[in-house]
């Protein structure tokens, strides 16, 4: 369709158009001087000095900047000083100048400049590089021709560039910024890869914590990730693309993942582009280290919690490796809770590995594996009973990746991936008259197809799409006695995944971005078929070079879900999960945010606000049932709605660093079956959260930190335990207890506090780190508090509630690491 193109003529030109025209002055000089001054403004300036009748089009002037300055210049020579690199030129129809885009006579003459940008040292990719094209080296580099940010590979690309020299900067912190000419051919397409050499800026000691403290899983209840009042079994966690169901580790104090052997962290608490799907809650994408090419090296550690040992270097020319291997065992050297009851056992095994193989040009290969094993026993002896608690609880995957750079400007990555999760538990209770064995067993396997593309389009638009399928295959019995409403048997249970997603990035303006995109999704089972699409958007807005505005919104549909209501599930890292069915429907999440980031003092110092507003809709929950109904039949359909603002304070740089961060959230469920179809307080809601991470270099040996987090307390009990099902259809009736609510009322708050001293030396030659720790109960100490009690339903004799420890006393914790 053609499309009309409208002229923007000055109001200063108009009387242009009349049979009297204005005195033009062209050979009148003037001086002046523009810094990131927007080229209309700029042009009517020199309307105004020069009296000259000036027509352009509108788009060809909008979003564009000019830094340029002159000194008695008449009109031609201020003109062309301010469309110098605007891909525009002038030229004179009668009275009046015309101002056009420079055309390229042939498309074939534009050039694009793509490639990658990695550490110098490493050879790892940097990832979230700015990279800027100045149009002339020897002009003041304050306007950049180009300007684009490497993606999580370090890709990057510069499209429809006009032939002719440049300076190419790129800039990322922790380097050194990187300047190089780059002289472009017409109608050259170049990958040019670049290295940057690592700098010594001190930045906040994250490694641990990560962003949001995201590989502590010491925010959560025993396990994993929190992320804004949402139960960490809602996160989507990737390791190297592949999923990991449920990595984290039993009392929390260690970190999710080996971070020796980690390159990147990626976490995502709402505005999560098409690439991610399936999970209402947020996204933790971690990436290995691609190993040293140039000699063999690693790390090793043992401390009083466990020890590590992390080893890279070439296996041959082209082919690289990394393994990293850790192994737990807390209860050693603290014994589990109560002196007067026996001690928990508890321990556990991790071993990640990553071979990386560079093929023929910009092509590389990557085979990458994980195996995480974890195990918990407890005796409790009470009420004339024992009860033995043994739980046992993996995660392996496999995960073969393919990565290239098709052209400078497409780039591409595809994968074949295999998960497992799986969990063995067995309570064995004796007492009581007799002697019952209660086991449950459970398995998830993943098998995954995955292609992802983007492609450069022009300086304006990069676009992203890919496809995903995955079958998921579940089996598993679970007995009553754990899920203290039914039997659950999910034996057969198979399912089809079909993921199909596209993402538009697109450069408004200098300072204006926007991402569009949807995922579309089929699930297909034997017992019903779904689908859902799933829209995203995302806007930034840099106000200037240290203020940025942004906000997202963000569509989930959830097929598969975490069951972790009810008795020791409510706790434990051995969650289960089941399909959606025909009567078991999906869950559909909504999330807004709207947030404000400002640095100072040259990036020293940022301070950020966040707010959120997230609704679920056709949120599961189950009914405590006596008359032991099937499992699909006791889920309960409601919405859950999540709120709330955070404020962070973050200092990044020098000897003294840290972040302070203050959440003010709320959470509510609403059932109609529950607490009369009136709102109450979800379990994981956290009202107030107050988080503080600092730390402070005496000198170059010693370093010295602190962490505290500190969480409300549990609000009371809304609801009472047990629950029936009786009438039809089916009403659910409530009996008074006193005991811990299943359906309502918050988890109890807790408190870590943590002090840390570090001291680097040398021996033997070898670089030395040793650590002191000086730790609270949490995720030291077994959380549950045990009780038996006699009752004629099986599922009744036992009670595990949370009991939080308190801020003291302190407990030490000691680790001796060395790099070779």
């Known amino acids: ?346 321990n556990s095994l991790e071993l990640m590995t990553k071979v990386s193989h560079q093929l023929a040009g910009n092509h590389r290969l990557f085979l990458s594996g994980y195996f995480g094993r974890d195990t918990y026993d407890r005796n409790i002896a009470d009420a004339g009973g024992q009860l033995l608690n043994t739980l046992r609880w993996g995660n392996a995957a496999a995960n073969l990746r393919w990565i290239g750079i098709v052209s400078p400007s497409l780039f591409v990555h595809a994968s074949a991936i295999y998960t497992y999760y799986g969990f063995d538990v067995e309570h064995r209770l004796t007492g009581f008259g007799n002697t019952q064995a209660f086991p449950s067993n459970y398995s998830i396997e993943d098998a995954a197809l995955r292609a992802h593309a983007e492609h450069f389009y022009d300086e304006h638009h990069t676009v992203r799409g890919g496809v995903e399928l995955i079958h998921h295959r579940i089996t598993g019995t679970m007995s009553e006695f754990s899920t203290q409403i039914a039997p659950v048997a999910l034996s057969g249970r198979s399912s089809w995944e079909l993921s199909v997603y596209f993402q538009d990035q697109w450069r408004l303006t200098q300072s204006v971005s926007a991402e569009l995109g949807a995922r579309a999704t089929s699930f297909i089972t034997s017992q019903g078929s779904f689908s859902g699409i799933d829209p995203r958007f995302s806007l930034l807005v840099s106000l200037d070079d240290d203020t940025r505005l942004y906000s997202s919104f963000t569509s989930v549909n959830q097929f598969v879900h975490p069951y972790r209501h009810s008795g020791i599930f409510l706790f434990s890292p051995t969650i289960f999960l089941y399909p959606s069915t025909e009567k078991i429907h999906p869950s559909t999440s909504l999330q807004f945010s709207l947030g404000m980031e400002k640095n100072f003092d040259e990036n020293k110092y940022t301070l950020a606000i966040e707010s959120y507003y997230r609704v679920t809709q056709k949120l599961h929950e189950f009914a405590f049932d006596t008359t032991r109904v099937a499992f699909d039949e006791a889920i309960l359909f409601g919405e859950g709605t999540n709120y709330g603002a955070e404020l962070t304070f973050s200092k990044r740089t020098g000897d003294f660093t840290g972040t302070i961060r203050y959440t003010l959230a709320w959470a509510r469920n609403r059932f109609a079956e529950l607490n009369d179809g009136k709102p109450y307080a979800s379990r994981f809601d956290r009202r107030h959260e107050v988080y503080a991470s600092i730390s402070f270099s005496l000198n170059e040996n010693w370093n010295v930190g602190a962490l505290c987090l500190l969480s409300s307390n549990q609000s009371p009990s809304l609801l009472p335990q047990v629950t029936t099902f009786s009438g039809s259809p089916p009403r659910v009736t409530y009996e008074k207890s006193s005991s811990f609510d299943l359906n309502g009322g918050r988890l109890p708050g807790f408190q870590r506090l943590e002090l840390r001293a570090t001291h680097r030396f040398s021996w033997w030659g070898l670089p030395f780190q040793a650590t002191l720790r000086l730790l609270n109960g949490y995720g030291l100490l077994d959380p549950f508090a045990w009780e038996l009690r006699d009752s004629p339903d099986n599922r009744l004799k036992w009670r595990a509630t949370f009991d939080g420890p308190d801020l003291f006393p302190l407990h030490p914790v000691v680790n001796l690491n060395v790099k070779f």
């Open 1 to 346: 369709m053609r499309i009309r193109r409208t002229l923007f003529i000055s109001l200063f030109c108009a009387v242009a158009a009349m049979s009297e025209v204005v005195a033009q002055d062209r050979e009148s000089v003037h001086s002046f001087r523009f810094r990131q001054t927007e080229l209309r403004a700029a042009l009517d300036s020199l309307l105004r000095w020069y009296s000259v009748p000036l027509i352009y089009l509108e788009k060809d002037v909008d979003g564009k900047h000019v830094t340029t300055e002159c000194s008695e210049c008449n009109f031609e020579q201020a003109l062309e000083r301010l469309i110098d690199g605007q891909q525009l030129r002038w030229k004179v129809i009668g009275d009046q100048v015309l101002l056009e885009r420079h055309r390229i006579e042939s498309a074939d003459s534009a050039s694009t400049l793509g490639g990658t940008v990695t550490d110098s040292l490493t050879g790892e990719w940097v990832a979230g590089a700015n990279v800027y094209l100045y149009a002339d080296a020897d002009h003041d580099l304050e306007t950049p021709y180009r300007v684009c940010s490497t993606n999580q590979f370090g890709f990057f690309s510069l499209r429809n560039i006009q032939p002719g020299s440049y300076m190419l900067i790129i800039r990322s912190v922790g380097y050194r910024t990187k300047n190089e000419r780059v002289k472009l051919q017409p109608g050259t397409a170049i990958v040019h890869d670049l290295s940057l050499c690592q700098q010594d800026v001190q930045l906040e000691e994250i490694t641990v914590e990560g962003q949001r403290s995201a590989l502590a899983a010491s925010e959560g209840i025993s396990r994993g990730v929190y992320i804004r009042a949402t139960p960490s079994d809602h996160n989507h966690y990737l390791l190297e693309g592949a999923r990991i169901y449920n990595p984290s580790h039993f009392g929390g104090v260690m970190s999710t993942f080996n971070t020796d052997a980690l390159r990147d962290v990626h976490v995502l608490a709402g505005g999560a582009p098409p690439y991610y799907g399936g999970r209402i809650g947020g996204v933790l994408d971690v990436t290995l280290r691609s190993g040293l090419a140039e000699r063999v090296s690693g790390t090793a550690g043992v401390g009083s919690l466990g020890s590590n040992l992390m080893i890279e270097g070439p296996i041959a020319e082209r082919t690289t490796f990394v393994i990293s291997g850790r192994r737990g065992y807390p209860d050693i050297f603290f014994p589990r809770y109560n002196s007067s009851e026996t001690p928990s056992d508890l």
